[in-house]
């Protein structure tokens, strides 16, 4: 199995794929001027208390004021609160959190009210990002993440991944962090932990705890709402939790990040800075890749499944429904049911592939192909907990109801990936009326004239769509040879994936494009 990071880096966003056997499976995009994401830490004010919903609203300095529910403050609130206030009235130097005495925790089941006032300074992360209308969630137990350790102030817990697979070696790491962590500090203990010495996760967990440390010194005095630890970029967060022994290669297309790529690389494992590559190449590299085709197939309401099988994909306010359907997919025998499970076992990896793909969060239910046989319905459910193991994010799912409905829960703290892969027609602009295509190849040959007399180029490159492509490099004596004699100008031909049937454009030997006009 190998897996593959590209990433595109253009002036308003960066775009990162993830490839599992040259196939799609994650993709996000990090705007550029994104500030509230997920793990970073504010020194809010707390602006309203809603005693109906046990929550507050506190400014973050969002647009919209931030969500805080009583379950979210921890139960060592106090304890955090009276260090807050302690750096706000700038009282001593820095404490050490082991000597920083620990208050009672708080009741779970008491009032929001009895905790915060209107106007007082909090500490607080950001637990999901704004989603359509609401502001961000809100938690004030503090993690600060590192790649194998997760580090939680107040507390002096260690828990161990479960997906670790041997018990000696979740008790060997419990006793190993158990016998190096400072007092007052809780950790988890992450996957990619197994098998690591006590030097690297002694190392780590020392750079967490400055990370802690600094926060210290940027709220003395600060006023809120104020940044006061900020996540890395997504770029970095995912290499943070993905990258392992399986990962073959980072392609970026971007020289300084891929430098910053490679120096980040270099503190959490050297032996891995040679997959790091920076592509330069002149076709886009999404298309270089494959990734943009695969974008347009897997991302529209309907989605193709091997075999003739397929999706539909429908998303409403409250959940996301997927019907698995059988297409025209030829039927074996006159076995109904081992039918139907074939086909539920294909839609089944599709499905968990689709949930990473577009991040859906929240419910999903899953209309699957009706079965009978309670042995096929176990088939199924133990097929999706097989494909859903490689999501990093967390998930339940229930065995199929007596209806086929099959019922997932999966955490959102983001929005959702949603990329429209329908569009109003290039070609007509919406009217269903066009100019006759047959005239397409004089409107190209017209331009390349107006071109050669205006600038008198040597080298030209054509890029457009890959049937019309196709079409001018066809034969000994192809239209693009004609042209290239014609007006005494080297033309090559460049296919583009992600045009438009009648889409062309012309670039220079700069690969700079010629513009409409002269």
């Known amino acids: 199995m190998s897996k593959e990071l590209v990433i595109d880096v253009a002036s308003s966003e960066i775009a990162i794929a993830l490839l599992d056997n040259k196939q799609l499976v994650e993709l996000n995009k990090q705007k550029s001027d994104v500030q509230f994401t997920v793990g970073n830490i504010y020194l809010g004010k707390v602006k309203k208390i809603m005693p109906g919903l046990n929550a507050a609203f506190v400014d973050v300095g969002y647009e919209k004021d931030a969500f805080l529910h009583y379950l979210d403050l921890g139960p060592q609130f106090q304890t955090l609160n009276n260090f807050i206030s302690q750096a706000q009235q700038k009282k001593g130097k820095n404490p050490l ?5 620990s208050e009672k925790d708080i009741n779970k089941n008491d009032k929001i009210g009895n905790i915060l006032s209107n106007g007082q300074s909090i500490l607080v992360q950001i637990a999901k990002e704004p989603i359509s209308t609401k502001g961000p969630r809100l938690s004030s137990e503090i993690s600060i993440a ?7 102030p107040f507390s002096d817990k260690v828990s161990v991944s479960q997906k670790i697979d041997t018990a000696e070696e979740r008790s060997r790491l419990k006793r190993l962090l158990q016998s190096i962590k400072p007092k007052n500090y809780g950790l988890i203990v992450r996957t990619v932990a197994e098998g690591k010495r006590v030097a690297e996760l002694d190392s780590e967990l020392k750079t967490l705890v400055k990370k802690w440390e600094s926060i210290y010194d940027k709220i003395r005095g600060a006023t809120a709402p104020k940044l006061v630890l900020q996540e890395l970029d997504r770029t970095s967060t995912i290499l943070r939790d993905i990258l392992n ?8 297309n971007d020289e300084i990040l891929a430098r910053e790529i490679k120096e980040y690389i270099s503190t959490i494992a050297p032996e891995k800075q040679r997959i790091v590559k920076y592509y330069s190449g002149s076709t886009p590299i999404f298309d270089h890749f494959g990734v943009e085709k695969q974008i347009k197939a897997l991302f529209g309401k309907t989605v193709s499944c091997r075999n003739g099988a397929y999706l539909i994909i429908e998303h409403t306010e409250a959940l996301h429904v997927i019907d698995v359907n059988s297409g025209n997919r030829s039927k074996s025998g006159d076995n109904q049911d081992a039918y139907a ?15 990473r793909l577009r991040d859906m969060g929240g419910i999903i239910v899953v209309d699957f192909i009706d079965m009978h046989s309670q042995e096929n319905k176990q088939l199924l459910f133990e097929k999706m907990k097989e494909c859903m193991a490689e999501d990093r994010t967390k998930h339940n799912i229930l065995p199929l109801s007596k209806f086929g409905l099959m019922q997932l ?17 290039p070609a007509c602009h919406g009217t269903g009326e066009i100019n006759p295509s047959i005239l397409l190849l004089d409107e190209i040959e017209d331009r390349l004239r107006t071109i050669k007399e205006e600038l008198n180029p040597k080298i030209l490159t054509l890029k457009l769509h890959p049937f019309i492509a196709a079409y001018l490099k066809n034969g000994f004596i192809s239209t693009r040879l004609k042209w290239s004699l014609k007006y005494k100008c080297l033309i090559k031909i460049a296919p583009m994936v992600s045009y438009h049937y009648i889409e062309y454009h012309f670039f220079n030997s700069l690969n700079e494009e010629i513009g409409l006009i002269l």
């Not at 959190?97 to 005495?101: G, S």
């Not at 499970?341 to 949930?355: F, Y």
Request: a positive charge.
């Open 97 to 101: 959190l082991q000597r920083f005495k």
């Open 146 to 152: 590192g790649r194998n350790l997760v580090l939680m």
């Open 245 to 252: 022994v399986s990962f073959n290669n980072i392609y970026v």
């Open 341 to 355: 499970l074939a086909v539920n076992l294909i839609a089944a990896q599709e499905i968990a592939r689709q949930l």
């Open 409 to 425: 829960t999966r955490q959102r703290v983001r929005p959702e990936m949603n990329i429209q892969t329908t569009e109003k027609c």
